[in-house]
């Protein structure tokens, strides 16, 4: 469908040498200092729960509830704003949360944590 052309999630994994790439040796960069930086890794929060109640539908649903809160206001940006496209939107989180339940595994992902100041 023309709507699903439109889409995309713009995002990208970064290192910690990545997040202080763009603020040099002095660690400036638009009149703000990065006065901290670091990756850590975050737990998946919904495994625990999994494991404990190997409920694969929750454990999806879960995950659907994680992203559609994140990712949900960036797609309908991307929507003709004049068409009511909260079924598209719906359905693309039904089907992430559909294979999810459908192969249940631990999420690793990380954290990026950025401390700046403005000067």
Not at 6 to 25: C, S
Not at 65 to 79: D, E, G, H, T, Y
Not at 82 to 108: H, K, Q, W, Y
């Amino acid at each position: 469908d023309e709507d699903k052309l439109h889409i995309n999630l713009p995002l990208g994994p970064r290192d910690i040498t990545a997040i202080k790439e763009p603020f040099g040796q002095n660690g400036l960069y638009e009149g703000l200092i990065l006065e901290h930086a670091e990756v850590m890794q975050s737990p998946d929060p919904f495994w625990p729960e999994y494991l404990a109640t190997k409920d694969t539908k929750q454990f999806g649903q879960n995950w659907k509830n994680f992203m559609k809160a994140v990712f949900a206001p960036v797609i309908r940006s991307q929507l003709d704003p004049s068409r009511d496209t909260s079924g598209l939107v719906e359905d693309i989180f039904d089907r992430f949360a559909m294979a999810v339940s459908n192969d249940p595994r631990e999420t690793e992902h990380f954290v990026g944590i950025a401390i700046l100041k403005k000067v």
